[in-house]
């Protein structure tokens, strides 16, 4: 059977401020593409779209960190953050995203290491990390070699 996709896909450029939590009253929202547009600020306030599965949030002007509770979206399959200007630590939380089957964190401002959480994601096919210049050179996690798919 064929699944239909409830989402939300906004023509590049035309954002230019916060999305607002309300956007989570759409209460079968599956997909989030603000891809390419210019949203100021930090990580949107949309922990409370609970059936959220697919989150895009590339090339933006997001700023701070990934939140700590990033795991509220408990069924997201597909993170894409590439190329924004994130900070802080990657939440260990994210380790918690049990679906997650995508997971693209390039091109940030990231600094620490690389939460050995990861390595819990049982169903994770495709990380990408690269352009993280904050990150000092070193060996993937022991954890990261978990994982069979």
Not at 38 to 43: K, L, R, S, V
Not at 79 to 106: E, H
Not at 107 to 120: A, R, S
Request: glycine share 4%.
């Amino acid at each position: 059977m064929h699944q239909q996709f409830r989402h939300c896909n906004f023509t590049p450029q035309t954002i230019s401020e916060k999305i607002p939590a309300t956007i989570c009253d759409l209460m079968n929202l599956i997909v989030l593409d603000l891809s390419n547009n210019y949203i100021p600020g930090e990580f949107p306030d949309i922990l409370n779209c609970s059936k959220l599965e697919y989150l895009l949030l590339l090339q933006k002007s997001f700023v701070g960190p990934i939140p700590a509770d990033i795991d509220r979206l408990s069924r997201l399959r597909y993170l894409d953050l590439t190329a924004n200007n994130f900070s802080g630590d990657i939440p260990a939380t994210i380790g918690r995203l049990w679906d997650l089957f995508y997971l693209f964190l390039v091109q940030n401002e990231f600094n620490g290491t690389w939460p050995t959480e990861i390595g819990n994601l049982a169903n994770l096919e495709h990380l990408a990390m690269a352009y993280n210049d904050k990150f000092l050179p070193s060996a993937l996690p022991k954890e990261f070699g978990a994982w069979k798919s």
